[in-house]
């Protein structure tokens, strides 16, 4: 059957990252949905360890299909990854729906891929997206071999029952070795190697044998036409004109634009204003039939209506709830503060819609600790924060270092916000006298556990059972780098044996605190590695700890935003590198300043910065008004970007410096 015929043109909304406003929306054409059933649909997943070329699969596979025009071959576009920052940095942070339309024997059968983002912060992203699929496909790059993260998202894929389709990528290197890849796929995931596809997604060598597999061995959704609509919830965008757009999975039912639908969650009621499919933008259709993936637009205005996991039906026809997702947990806080203090409304105001692309965080409320069965929005609490030293502004929980510095260039990007964000912490638990507990995200917040006013008989902190893949050369490093961040319980064993200590490979385990890798854990391990070992971690709760709050003074004087919790053991080395880093930023001032370090009314360290007097025209002789006058205009621009830390002006790079160790 021709395809082609089959298509008639709707005008399309913008799309919601696009800068392209609504206008502009290009004529796009819509699919007769009503033709695939279930059994011509499949819906599935890439997953992969970060870099093994899941974006750039994706593309092959759109343009394969038509779906999008076709590229020069090695001419990598990633349409998938549509956020600027995942450009930029070359990564995918937020997972993207695209359907695309191939025929099999004589029928047109509709595919929904799902691409997801490799890297460990964003694994939640991995597995709700993982939910509205029957498939995966697992990508292991050829030269590389099964990586940290190829593991995590295996087991994902495995327990939520889906038909993995392993892969091998990028088989045009040179340093590609199959053979032993593929050896390493049977005995890491017990995979028949010769149930592997060897592909190349950068030249298309292979690729079409993958569609050809999608729809063999992944089986078509389970939905039934006849039964009360269930869509479930699996993914949320924001758009400035429509507001919240739903990603949905029809499970039973047919969904027709006009419907109005109910939350099961927070039983509102909307009416459907819009319904589609991501073809790969969006694209108008008037239904989604059962097992299809689409978006529907319906009146959501907040970010926090839309949450994932939820299931939603057509009002006077009730069903019962999907049982939803487990809620990611926010593993860093960070205080997030305007630049210039009269921004904090306009700065809460973007806070509010990045985050609906990272739903890690929930927003209802000035303190919210928010959970549910059927909801996956995270217990993560936002609360609005103030400093002495940088006035007012919010306490964020991110999935990640990564994913908070995303967030952070989103908010820039997006928002044109400017802000400074305090050194991330993790979030400790007090246990005071009487059993009561207490989790502290906050430094500022953290009593003095000597004093026996506070009531505090134990601190624990959250710690991380963490696996590291590595060639056995550079075992001795990882071990060294594990006891340096009060690693236990270490473990190895190898995952493959090659000729000598570069092509053999081990996998280390140990559980480590995780206020030590949330700062330059990663970038030590791929430094001392030479980029070659992997890393994941997973949460394995919390244990007791000598830890003490350490807070610096300039000139006597405390900045709340730079206060720290260190371990014990460590508090000398960190108080002095601190002290010292803290020299090197803060500028020169018109007086002597004193910078120290303390823990309790002790001081650890100090540093003292002399005395300097900044006379930006005092090289300029003669009459060059205008030149001075330059100088003089620049040095004022300079100031706006200071911060009055008590009698101490300090730079914001100073707080961005301090982010990293
Ligand atoms: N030589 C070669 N390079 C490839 C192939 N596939 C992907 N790449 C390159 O590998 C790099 C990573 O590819 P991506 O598609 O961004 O990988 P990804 O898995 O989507 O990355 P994340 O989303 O960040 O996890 C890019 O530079 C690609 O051009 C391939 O088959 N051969």
């Known amino acids: 059957m021709n395809f082609t015929w089959r298509f008639r043109v709707l005008v399309s909304h913008g799309r919601q990252f696009s800068s392209t406003p609504r206008s502009n929306a290009s004529k796009k054409p819509s699919l007769l949905m009503e033709e695939y059933t279930p059994d011509l649909i499949r819906n599935f997943s890439i997953i992969a360890h970060i870099d093994h070329g899941k974006s750039t699969l994706a593309d092959r596979l759109l343009e394969l299909t038509g779906t999008i025009k076709r590229k020069e071959i090695g001419k990598n576009e990633q349409v998938l990854d549509k956020l600027k920052v995942e450009r930029e940095r070359g990564i995918?942070?937020?997972?993207?729906?695209?359907?695309?339309?191939?025929?099999?024997?004589?029928?047109?059968?509709?595919?929904?891929?799902?691409?997801?983002?490799?890297?460990?912060?964003?694994?939640?992203?991995?597995?709700?997206?993982?939910?509205?699929?029957?498939?995966?496909?697992?990508?292991?790059?050829?030269?590389?071999?099964?990586?940290?993260?190829?593991?995590?998202?295996?087991?994902?894929?495995?327990?939520?029952?889906?038909?993995?389709?392993?892969?091998?990528?990028?088989?045009?290197?040179?340093?590609?070795?199959?053979?032993?890849?593929?050896?390493?796929?049977?005995?890491?995931?017990?995979?028949?190697?010769?149930?592997?596809?060897?592909?190349?997604?950068?030249?298309?060598?292979?690729?079409?044998?993958?569609?050809?597999?999608?729809?063999?061995?992944?089986?078509?959704p389970q939905s039934r036409r006849d039964e009360p609509v269930k869509a479930f919830l699996f993914d949320s965008l924001y758009d400035?004109?429509?507001g919240v757009i739903s990603l949905v999975n029809?499970?039973?039912?047919?969904?027709?634009?006009?419907?109005?639908?109910?939350?099961?969650?927070?039983?509102?009621?909307?009416?459907?204003?819009?319904?589609?499919?991501?073809?790969?933008?969006?694209?108008?259709?008037?239904?989604?039939?059962?097992?299809?993936?689409?978006?529907?637009?319906?009146?959501?205005?907040?970010?926090?209506?839309?949450?994932?996991?939820?299931?939603?039906?057509?009002?006077?026809?009730?069903?019962?709830?999907?049982?939803?997702?487990?809620?990611?947990?926010?593993?860093?806080?960070?205080?997030?503060?305007?630049?210039?203090?009269?921004?904090?409304?306009?700065?809460?105001?973007?806070?509010?819609?990045?985050?609906?692309?990272?739903?890690?965080?929930?927003?209802?409320?000035?303190?919210?600790?928010?959970?549910?069965?059927?909801?996956?929005?995270?217990?993560?609490?936002y609360q609005r924060e103030s400093s002495s030293a940088l006035g007012q502004g919010t306490r964020l929980g991110f999935l990640g270092t990564l994913h908070m510095d995303v967030f952070r260039q989103r908010l820039e990007d997006e928002y044109d916000a400017n802000v400074i964000i305090t050194a991330p912490t993790v979030p400790y638990k007090l246990i005071y006298r009487g059993g009561k507990e207490k989790l502290i995200s906050n430094p500022t917040e953290f009593p003095d556990a000597s004093d026996p006013s506070s009531k505090v008989v134990e601190i624990q902190e959250p710690i991380v059972k963490a696996s590291i893949i590595v060639p056995e050369e550079y075992f001795g490093d990882m071990m060294e780098l594990c006891y340096t961040r009060r690693a236990e319980q270490l473990n190895h064993r190898y995952l493959d044996t090659g000729s000598d200590a570069s092509s053999s490979r081990l996998i280390l385990s140990c559980v480590v605190p995780l206020s030590e890798i949330v700062t330059d854990f990663f970038d030590q391990l791929k430094s001392r590695s030479s980029g070659f070992a992997s890393f994941d971690y997973e949460d394995a709760g919390y244990q007791k700890s000598d830890l003490a709050k350490m807070v610096f003074l300039l000139n006597g004087k405390p900045v709340d935003a730079l206060a720290l919790i260190v371990h014990r053991s460590a508090q000398d080395t960190v108080g002095r590198a601190w002290v010292k880093k803290l020299h090197k930023v803060i500028p020169r001032q018109l007086f002597e300043v004193p910078i120290q370090a303390a823990i309790g009314k002790k001081v650890i360290a100090r540093e003292t910065l002399s005395a300097n007097r900044a006379d930006v025209t005092a090289g300029l002789y003669g009459g060059h008004y205008e030149r001075k006058m330059k100088h003089l205009e620049n040095q004022k621009e300079g100031k706006k970007r200071l911060k009055r830390i008590g009698t101490v002006d300090l730079p914001q790079e100073a707080f961005f410096d301090i982010l990293k160790r």
């Open 92 to 220: 995918t942070v937020k997972a993207q729906t695209a359907s695309m339309v191939h025929p099999f024997n004589g029928k047109s059968h509709l595919l929904n891929l799902i691409d997801t983002p490799g890297h460990v912060d964003f694994a939640w992203e991995v597995s709700r997206s993982l939910a509205a699929c029957q498939g995966a496909l697992l990508l292991v790059d050829a030269s590389q071999g099964v990586q940290a993260q190829s593991i995590s998202v295996f087991h994902i894929a495995k327990e939520r029952g889906l038909t993995i389709i392993p892969v091998l990528n990028k088989i045009d290197l040179p340093a590609a070795q199959p053979e032993l890849i593929a050896a390493q796929m049977q005995s890491t995931f017990g995979i028949d190697p010769s149930e592997i596809l060897s592909i190349s997604a950068k030249t298309g060598q292979g690729v079409e044998a993958i569609l050809q597999a999608v729809v063999d061995r992944i089986p078509a």
């Open 240 to 242: 400035r004109y429509r």
């Open 250 to 381: 029809i499970q039973d039912g047919v969904l027709r634009k006009g419907d109005r639908i109910v939350s099961c969650h927070t039983r509102k009621k909307y009416e459907i204003s819009e319904i589609g499919v991501m073809y790969p933008e969006e694209v108008a259709t008037d239904i989604l039939c059962p097992g299809q993936v689409g978006y529907i637009a319906c009146n959501m205005k907040e970010s926090s209506e839309a949450h994932i996991g939820d299931t939603l039906h057509r009002v006077g026809e009730p069903v019962l709830p999907m049982p939803g997702f487990k809620p990611s947990k926010a593993m860093v806080y960070a205080g997030i503060f305007p630049v210039d203090s009269s921004d904090f409304p306009k700065l809460e105001e973007s806070i509010k819609r990045v985050r609906i692309i990272f739903i890690s965080t929930s927003w209802d409320g000035d303190e919210d600790v928010f959970n549910s069965q059927n909801s996956v929005t995270t217990p993560v609490t």
